[in-house]
């Protein structure tokens, strides 16, 4: 990078962002920006799929942040892989000429989330390595169109997605870089000095929402600075009052440091969050097939792979508690989804294409868990006429029997199973409360589905 360039253009660019004029409906405080109403298509969607994509898929070793495990945290065995397999003075932006995408086909992308059920992405358009998935201006060469792909990967990927599907397109952006110089001399200078924010952060966030207005902005690498340092709630107040995506776009929670799980338009509070219980407020488990890495790894195990059965639990569970569960697959650096990831994503678009009436459009009922049988999950559809409690069993009742605690039943009360074609089931009252279903000897080629039933439960009193 042209470090002298760089800094002449930060000054450049300082006079420009403090005199955009951040007028409207919300200012640029917290207290404001947090009376913003979620929009609504968010909290229906429930499933989106997260992609990692980078250079870091080059090594594919250990993780996305293989670069700073490699130069920065100095890990033993990334050090060893280096030593082992590359000759010396190998750099690491000597990878990016091997990220060679030949393979990336964004149509195929694209149809693959949408058949997998999931109602919005979110694309990383840099994570904290730099490298822009984009042509950016403010990248000096440091990005797909001018290294490696040779490609615009965030507007192939954007042109899919928006006019080949329903999904929402969203982007990753990693607020700071590892070993950009600008931030480095901000952090030496304790972030009293805001010379990578004007001439980096900011600039290619405009231009990332100006060029493909997208309908998610969700913000990472926030954490060693404060919101002040990153100028969030600014843009924030331009993004909600001005942008061309004002109406419909979404936030996270990773503006700064102690904004997180505490500010944004939904929170996500850490990685691969999912407390178990109702939260209020509206969150996201941003989480990942691969148990270990959300980047690809040519090394990861079967056993590192989670079962359609745990990503099902994870999602019931998710929406149940008043969360969407972002799913997350890691691409190889030739541009193909392999096919442990493909089983996954297609396994999860069967099981919603019997029940998604039970996970779309949905909100947290009375109770997320049975009070009698364990792992049992609710959730409610006060909109349908008349108003659904599903109870979402992740494994079939022994000896046919559905014992629920939770439902209180009236003479009305009537319990069928979401896709199944027989007639609605027999039940009686439990003492004190709740019911016992009783389920008919169904052949297990006549169940809708194989894994985690939906029982549809009408006109209860609560």
Same mark, same amino acid.
């Not at 896709?419 to 027999?426: C, N």
């Given at each position: ?164 599907? =329903?999904?929402? $397109?969203?982007?990753?952006? +990693?607020?700071? #870089?590892?070993?950009?110089? &600008? ?5 030496? /200078? ?108 040519? =090394?990861?195990? $079967?056993?590192?792979?989670? +079962?359609?059965? #745990?990503?099902?639990?994870? &999602? ?5 508690? /008043? ?140």
């Amino acid at each position: 990078m042209a470090t002298r360039s760089i800094i002449i253009l930060s000054i450049s660019l300082v006079f420009l962002f403090l005199v955009l004029p951040i007028s409207g409906q919300y200012a640029p405080t917290w207290d404001s920006l947090d009376k913003r109403p979620l929009p609504e298509w968010y909290d229906d969607a429930k499933l989106g799929i997260f992609i990692h994509w980078g250079v870091f898929s080059v090594p594919s070793f250990r993780s996305e942040w293989f670069w700073w495990d490699w130069q920065g945290d100095k890990d033993q065995d990334t050090v060893e892989f280096m030593t082992k397999n590359y000759p010396p003075g190998f750099t690491y932006a000597d990878f990016a000429k091997q990220f060679t995408a030949e393979f990336f086909n964004a149509l195929e992308w694209a149809q693959l989330f949408q058949n997998a059920g999931a109602k919005y992405i979110v694309f990383v358009s840099k994570h904290h390595e730099g490298f822009t998935n984009w042509p950016s201006k403010y990248s000096w060469t440091w990005n797909s169109q001018d290294l490696g792909p040779n490609r615009d990967i965030v507007g192939e990927l954007a042109d899919a997605i928006k006019n080949h599907t =329903n999904l929402h $397109f969203g982007l990753y952006h +990693s607020l700071f #870089e590892w070993f950009h110089p &600008l931030y480095l001399q901000d952090k030496k /200078n304790n972030f009293t000095t805001q010379d990578f924010v004007n001439g980096k952060t900011l600039p290619e966030l405009y231009e990332l929402i100006n060029t493909y207005k997208p309908d998610i902005i969700w913000s990472d690498g926030d954490w060693e600075a404060p919101f002040q340092y990153w100028k969030s709630p600014d843009f924030l107040a331009w993004l909600y009052n001005s942008s061309p995506v004002k109406d419909t776009v979404v936030t996270n929670d990773r503006w700064g440091q102690s904004v997180m799980c505490q500010h944004g338009g939904f929170y996500t509070c850490s990685d691969r969050y999912n407390p178990g219980h109702l939260i209020k407020h509206k969150w996201e488990n941003a989480m990942t097939i691969d148990r270990q890495s959300w980047g690809y790894r040519r =090394n990861a195990n $079967f056993q590192d792979i989670l +079962s359609i059965e #745990e990503l099902l639990e994870q &999602l019931i569970s998710t929406v149940s508690c /008043n969360g969407n569960m972002l799913m997350n697959v890691g691409p190889t650096s030739y541009g193909e989804i392999t096919p442990i990831y493909q089983e996954r994503l297609q396994q999860m678009g069967s099981w919603l294409k019997v029940n998604g009436e039970a996970i779309y459009g949905t909100r947290p009922w009375t109770y997320q868990n049975d009070t009698v049988t364990s792992k049992i999950w609710y959730t409610q559809n006060k909109k349908s006429n008349p108003a659904v409690v599903y109870a979402i069993a992740l494994s079939w009742p022994d000896s046919y029997q559905l014992e629920l605690g939770a439902p209180a039943a009236t003479v009305n009360t009537q319990v069928t199973l979401v896709g199944y074609k027989g007639p609605a089931f027999y039940w009686k009252p439990r003492s004190p409360t709740g019911i016992t279903v009783f389920l008919p000897a169904i052949n297990y080629n006549d169940l809708p589905c194989k894994w985690a039933w939906a029982f549809k439960l009408t006109y209860i009193n609560n």
